[in-house]
């Protein structure tokens, strides 16, 4: 006699845990199975690339530096570089500011130095998890005032983490996010790249880092119709950058002036 329709059980997040230290990699594991993730354990850059080859998607990556046959960070650009927007979270025994700012600058979402307690880890696992969410709920009745950026052809909503470009929806890292966020809420200044490590990344100091260049060249190439000549990040030589919400006013000139 049937029992009326199976409850249809709930998907566990899948979680890609890069580790080739053989204790850790264990324990990382059953801790986070533990905390419902179901999760595929590579022990090398191959490893991690052959299991990267799945039907559905991870919810995030758990990627160590140094493995036997790569870098962590050569890893995690490639994975940037082919279009993977999947939080990575990187694991080092590397506690000096240049190793964390490449780790950055290689695409990573957070950067946990070891030795470190599997809680704190679970916390900022669930942390881009509830990023992941945001960016997938649809926006309900009207916005916040100023909560939506609206310039070019973009569309940014910065409560939900959607962003769209002529109608197209695409894929921003959380760090995007809050670069964009921090230059829309100072448009129209200025901003040195020590300001924007300081206040985005949370580097304190001079730090000798193409960081903050490299995720606004990213940010063009997302937003801008020509990167090369751009009309909303703009450069100040020496400097930093300033974000214009419109075209630039030297560029409404040139415009005007045309027969």
Not at 63 to 75: A, E, N, S, Y
Request: overall charge negative.
């Amino acid at each position: 006699m049937s029992s009326g329709p199976e409850e249809t059980k709930p998907v566990r997040p899948a979680i890609l845990l890069v580790e080739d230290e053989a204790h850790l990699g264990r324990a990382i594991k059953l801790n986070l199975e533990l905390e419902g993730f179901d999760v595929v354990l590579a022990v090398d850059g191959k490893g991690a690339l052959n299991a990267l080859v799945r039907s559905e998607p991870y919810a995030a990556i758990i990627l160590d530096v140094q493995l036997p046959d790569t870098d962590g960070f050569i890893l995690c650009s490639r994975f940037r570089e082919s279009g993977l927007f999947t939080p990575v979270i990187m694991l080092t025994v590397r506690s000096r500011p240049e190793d964390r700012v490449r780790g950055l600058e290689a695409g990573a979402d957070d950067y946990l130095t070891k030795p470190f307690e599997i809680s704190e880890l679970l916390a900022r696992v669930r942390a881009q998890l509830r990023r992941q969410v945001w960016a997938r709920v649809e926006p309900r009745g009207e916005p916040e005032a100023g909560r939506v950026l609206r310039f070019g052809e973009a569309v940014v909503d910065l409560d939900t983490h959607v962003a769209e470009v002529g109608g197209a929806q695409i894929a921003l890292t959380a760090l995007e996010f809050e670069l964009l966020a921090y230059f829309a809420r100072h448009s129209g200044r200025v901003l040195s790249r020590n300001e924007l490590l300081g206040e985005v990344w949370g580097l304190t100091g001079r730090q000798e880092t193409r960081t903050v260049d490299n995720f606004v060249a990213r940010l063009r190439k997302h937003f801008e119709v020509d990167p090369a000549e751009p009309v909303h990040f703009l450069s100040h030589r020496g400097a930093g950058y300033r974000f214009e919400f419109g075209p630039a006013k030297t560029k409404q000139r040139h415009s005007m002036t045309k027969p």
